[in-house]
C-alpha cells in the first residue's frame, strides 16, 4: 500500500537492461547508481538466480491508498501505480521497509497462483485508510499487490475484490523470476468494465 513518499536511501537491483520492443527515443532514470528504463515496452532482467519464497499476500487500490489514488512512493517503471502483469510490464507491488535490504526498489517477482509479475515501487505503513490490507504495515515477508481502480471505480467493488483474491495462508512467490513464465489475463487486475462494479481478474463480482 503507497504511503507517504520517502525521501531515504534508494536500494537498486543489479540489473541490465534488455530490450522487449523498445523504440527510439528511450529514456532512463537512475537509482542508486542503476539505470532503469521508463518506457512500458521495455524491460530489465535481474543477474540474480530465481529464489521461492512463502509470502503474505493482499492487494490495494485506488480508494484504500493513502492518500486514495494512483501516487506511489519510488517510481521505477511507472510514475503511479500501474502495470499489465507482463515480464516487460509488471504490476506495482508495496513492502514494508523493513524488507528494502532483500526486497528492494526494482526487483522483479512473481505469483505463481494469479499467472503474473509484478515489481516494487512502493511501500506499506502504518499510516493509511483502514480498510486497507496494507494498513497495518505489512509485517514480515508480505507483498501488498496494487490491484488497480480509479477515481471512477466504486470502492466497495475494489475491496470486493482485494478480498476475493487475497489467501487465506502465505503462498510461494518467486523473486527474481526468469521472463517465459506464463502469464494470466494481462491487464490490471480489477476494471471497471462493464459499471457499476467492473470486473474483477475477469470475473463480475458476485452481488448475492
Not at 81 to 98: H, I, L, M, Q, R
Not at 172 to 189: A, K, M, R, Y
Request: aromatic content about 10%; overall charge negative.
Amino acid at each position: 500500500m503507497k504511503h507517504a513518499v520517502r525521501r531515504g536511501t534508494i536500494l537498486a537491483v543489479a540489473v541490465a537492461l534488455a530490450s522487449c520492443g523498445g523504440s527510439p527515443g528511450q529514456t532512463s532514470q537512475s537509482y542508486g547508481g542503476t539505470a532503469f528504463s521508463t518506457l512500458p515496452d521495455s524491460c530489465y532482467v535481474a543477474k540474480i538466480d530465481p529464489a521461492t519464497v512463502n509470502a503474505t499476500i493482499t492487494f490495494y487500490g485506488w480508494p484504500d491508498n493513502s492518500p486514495p489514488g494512483a501516487k506511489i512512493a519510488h517510481p521505477v517503471l511507472h510514475k503511479v501505480a500501474s502495470g499489465d502483469g507482463t515480464y516487460c510490464n509488471p504490476t506495482t507491488f508495496a513492502t514494508e521497509p523493513k524488507n528494502d535490504s532483500k526486497i528492494p526498489y526494482g526487483i522483479k517477482i512473481y505469483v505463481p497462483f494469479l499467472e503474473q509479475y509484478f515489481i516494487r515501487e512502493d511501500d506499506c505503513t502504518h499510516s493509511g485508510p483502514h480498510r486497507g490490507h496494507g494498513s497495518n504495515g505489512c509485517t514480515g515477508l508480505w507483498f501488498d499487490l496494487w490491484i488497480g481502480g480509479d477515481k471512477a471505480s466504486v470502492p466497495h467493488a475494489v475491496f470486493w475484490c482485494e478480498d476475493h483474491l487475497t489467501p487465506n495462508a502465505k503462498v510461494q512467490v518467486i523473486l527474481n523470476p526468469q521472463d517465459n513464465l506464463p502469464v494470466e489475463n494481462s491487464g490490471p487486475i480489477y476494471q471497471d468494465a462493464p459499471p457499476p462494479r467492473g470486473t474483477c481478474f475477469g470475473v463480475p463480482e458476485k452481488t448475492t
